[in-house]
Every structure is written in C-alpha cells, then in structure tokens.
C-alpha cells in the first residue's frame, strides 16, 4: 500500500498493490499498522457505509459536526466517481480549498479525509457502488453541508449543471462563509 500526501493538510490518497494473474486481481485495502507509520495517524473505523448511484448522482458536500465529526476513508468498489474533499478548519492554512480525485473500480484508490471536512462525489457511471468506512458513529442532529455549487469553492465538478441528480436537501444546503 502506498500513501500521498494531497494538497490539503491530513487528506491521503491511498493506492492499493494489485495483484493480478489468471484467476483474477487481490489487494490489501486497508493496513492499519501500514496507514499509522506514514501518516502518523491512528484511526479507528466504526462504522461503515455503501451507496449505489447512477450517472449524474451528485451527494454532498456533507459533513458532521461537533462530538460526532468524522474521519473517512472512502473508495469505489464498483464504477467511478470524482470525489471532492473541503478542508472546513478554520485555523488550517488550506482552510476554503478543496481536492478532487477520479476514484474507480481500476485504480482502486481511496481517498483519507480528516475530521473537519466537507466530502462530496459525483457519480460518472451508472450502477457506482461507493463505500466508506467512518471513525464515529452518524447523528442525524450532527449532519450538515455546503453548497456544491458554491461560488467561493470553485469546484469544477466535470459534469454539466442540466445533466446533475441532486437531492433538494443538498440542492438547500448553506454557502461557506470565508
């Protein structure tokens, strides 16, 4: 396993080894004693969740706040999704930026998003399984979320705004105030 450092501050990119021969591929997707030496972060996954989606399908930017705030590590078991990661700590020198990474069901990428961010992914083909396991458990009073289309963000989803499947919840959420 092999982990890059993003853009922003605590958001890894983690690439499996695959293996592959004539009965198929294998990978190790995730090393907790691997993940802790190279980034110097110990996790503890409680919780994990799984989507289904077809093209066009945006969900986000979500996020949780206060006790019940979130780390993820997230990935696409089946399809392809261009995921966004927000860095919402105030104090943080990438504070308002955003990261986006194509992840699919041939790189078999993850993505490591810290506790403090909003997260987001458009869906780029049909029948996309998205899976990500979570460091604390959901609170429905906790949730909340910014725009997608946010102004200050600048987020270039890749996708045309007429071709967008988004929940009239997400389609409320607030703008981020910078």
């Not at 190790?28 to 996790?43: A, P, Q, R, W």
């Not at 949730?143 to 007429?162: A, H, M, Q, T």
């Amino acid at each position: 396993m092999e982990i890059e450092k993003t853009s922003l501050d605590g958001c890894f990119i983690v690439k499996p080894r695959i293996f592959k021969d004539e009965r198929g591929s294998f990978f190790e997707s995730f090393n907790l004693k691997t993940f802790k030496e190279i980034t110097g972060l110990h996790v503890n996954f409680v919780q994990d969740n799984q989507s289904i989606s077809s093209k066009g399908v945006l969900r986000g930017l979500h996020f949780q706040k206060g006790e019940y705030a979130q780390a993820k590590l997230v990935r696409v078991i089946k399809g392809s999704v261009l995921d966004i990661a927000v860095d919402l700590r105030k104090h943080s020198p990438t504070f308002g930026k955003h990261f986006s990474i194509e992840l699919n069901d041939q790189n078999n990428y993850q993505l490591f998003i810290p506790r403090g961010f909003a997260h987001g992914f458009i869906v780029l083909r049909d029948d996309t399984v998205f899976n990500y396991k979570c460091d604390n458990y959901y609170d429905k009073k906790s949730e909340d979320g910014i725009r997608y289309d946010d102004p200050n963000l600048g987020i270039d989803w890749k996708c045309k705004s007429s071709d967008l499947i988004i929940s009239k919840k997400d389609q409320e959420l607030p703008f981020l105030m910078i």
